[in-house]
């Protein structure tokens, strides 16, 4: 689970950079937004998971970080290429439904993957109290 997210947040990092290049390039901004969330919510938010994951194995081993891991990764193409093609066509009316449900699944992702880390910090501090007091 931390090596998928660190694989995938690193092709997010050059999809993010290479539209921001392109932008630079071209001169058209219009896509500031999609570069800017590929690069916040791929490749910082997913590193992130990653470095989390790795170092709370136990986290990452739960049925809500794999429905975590899909809905960010399925959620987060949708949301940003929808959102691309909007801005790029002006077609609000085909792709705003698609943008709003992907970005409210994401949230949804984000919300079980902060139940997650909870659960794995209580029960993280609880083993070390249990340890604490048989060493004691
Ligand atoms: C080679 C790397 C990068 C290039 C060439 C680049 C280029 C750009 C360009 C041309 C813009 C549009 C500026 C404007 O609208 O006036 C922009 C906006 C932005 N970039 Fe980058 N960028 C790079 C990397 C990154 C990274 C790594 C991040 C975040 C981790 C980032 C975050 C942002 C944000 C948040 C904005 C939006 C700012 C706004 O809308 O006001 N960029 N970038
Ligand atoms: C489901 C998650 C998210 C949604 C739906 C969302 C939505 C939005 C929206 C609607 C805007 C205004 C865009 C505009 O004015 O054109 C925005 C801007 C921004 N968001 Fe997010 N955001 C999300 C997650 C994040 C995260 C996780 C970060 C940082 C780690 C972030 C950083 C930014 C920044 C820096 C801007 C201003 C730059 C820009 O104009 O794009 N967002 N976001």
Redesign the pocket.
């Known amino acids: 689970m931390a090596k998928n997210f660190l694989r995938i947040a690193a092709v997010y990092f050059c999809i993010g950079v290479i539209i921001g290049i392109t932008m630079g390039i071209v001169q058209d901004f219009r896509l ?2 999609v570069h ?2 590929f690069n ?2 791929g490749w ?2 997913m590193a992130l998971f990653g470095l989390i994951y790795h170092f709370y194995p136990q986290a990452a081993d739960t049925k809500l970080a794999k429905t975590h891991f899909w809905l960010h990764n399925i959620c987060l193409p949708l ?1 940003q290429g929808g959102l691309a093609v909007m801005l790029l066509t002006n077609d609000e009316k085909t792709l705003l439904p698609l943008v709003i449900v992907s ?1 409210l699944l ?2 949804i992702g ?1 919300l079980l993957f902060t139940v997650n880390l909870f659960r794995a910090l209580a029960s993280s501090s609880a083993k070390k109290e249990q340890n604490n007091s048989i060493g004691a």
């Open positions: 500031a937004s800017a969330h916040l919510l910082v938010s949301m970005s994401l949230v984000v």
